[in-house]
């Protein structure tokens, strides 16, 4: 063996970092696209509420592997993890937002699948707080893109190039199948909480076509 080369254990361990990173920004991209439909919804949410409690309940899926993978990195950082050092944290005010964009994210779609539950004649406080986590989330997710957008976008194409010209990469398999996992996953979830949803989507099409 090469005294020069690494040991296997530390290139399984490389890899299991940049897997970690191709995992979250492309997931991470997959959610940007689905959420920018949804924004769309929010322009005109009465006429398009069915759309938009659809896509709502197809993003929990995505929502929750991105969370999961983000909180792998972090925990394998702070415990000393020496892949997940050198590779070193984001920048500190990304850092910091970073809890903020998971209690947000957890606080919209909550509140969201909780209004299901209500009549929209009587929503009690939960639309308020579902408007309102929708406009803190909104704030702090615009610094997190912006952020991450750039090396979001180069290592989902890099991971997008592989398949394309069919160069292995240690456990694309893999993570192809969580991100396809999490979008069954979400739409079984709009499939299954769509119908509960027809007092919304009922009330506001009527609304629509006064």
Same mark, same amino acid.
């Not at 689905?34 to 995505?62: D, Y």
């Not at 998971?102 to 929503?123: N, Q, R, Y």
């Not at 939960?126 to 986590?133: C, D, G, I, V, Y």
């Not at 890099?158 to 991100?179: C, D, F, Y």
């Given at each position: 063996?090469? =005294?020069? !080369? @690494?040991?296997?254990?530390?290139?399984?361990?490389?890899?299991?970092?940049?897997?970690?990173?191709?995992?979250?920004?492309?997931?991470? *991209?997959?959610?940007?696209?689905?959420?920018?439909?949804?924004?769309?919804?929010?322009?005109?949410?009465?006429? *398009?509420?069915?759309?938009?409690?659809?896509?709502?309940?197809?993003?929990?899926?995505?929502?929750?592997? %991105?969370?999961?993978?983000?909180? #792998?990195?972090?925990?394998? #950082? #702070?415990?000393?993890?020496? =892949? #997940?050092?050198? %590779?070193? @944290? =984001?920048?500190?005010?990304?850092?910091?937002?970073?809890?903020?964009?998971?209690?947000?994210?957890?606080?919209?779609?909550?509140?969201?699948?909780?209004?299901?539950?209500?009549? @929209?004649?009587?929503?009690?406080?939960?639309?308020?707080?579902?408007?309102? !986590?929708?406009?803190?989330?909104?704030?702090?997710?615009?610094?997190?893109?912006?952020?991450?957008?750039?090396?979001?976008?180069?290592?989902?194409?890099?991971?997008?190039?592989?398949?394309?010209?069919?160069? @292995?990469?240690?456990?694309?398999?893999?993570?192809?199948?969580?991100?396809?996992?999490?979008?069954?996953?979400?739409?079984?979830?709009?499939?299954?909480?769509? =119908?509960?949803?027809?007092?919304?989507?009922?009330?506001?099409?009527?609304?629509?076509?006064?």
């Amino acid at each position: 063996m090469d =005294p020069n !080369s @690494p040991a296997p254990g530390s290139a399984l361990a490389d890899a299991g970092v940049a897997g970690n990173a191709r995992l979250t920004s492309t997931t991470g *991209m997959v959610l940007l696209a689905l959420l920018a439909v949804e924004g769309l919804t929010v322009l005109s949410v009465r006429s *398009m509420i069915t759309l938009h409690v659809f896509l709502g309940m197809l993003l929990i899926g995505p929502v929750l592997l %991105k969370t999961g993978s983000t909180a #792998y990195r972090f925990a394998r #950082y #702070y415990a000393g993890a020496r =892949p #997940y050092v050198a %590779k070193g @944290p =984001p920048h500190v005010l990304l850092r910091l937002l970073g809890p903020l964009v998971i209690v947000s994210s957890l606080m919209l779609f909550g509140t969201g699948v909780a209004l299901l539950a209500v009549k @929209p004649s009587d929503p009690g406080l939960l639309l308020q707080a579902h408007k309102a !986590s929708f406009l803190i989330w909104f704030a702090v997710m615009t610094v997190h893109v912006l952020g991450h957008l750039k090396e979001a976008f180069l290592t989902t194409w890099r991971e997008l190039r592989s398949v394309i010209h069919g160069h @292995p990469t240690q456990g694309r398999g893999l993570r192809l199948a969580l991100i396809v996992l999490a979008l069954v996953f979400g739409v079984v979830a709009a499939g299954a909480l769509l =119908p509960t949803a027809s007092p919304w989507t009922t009330g506001a099409t009527g609304r629509a076509n006064r």
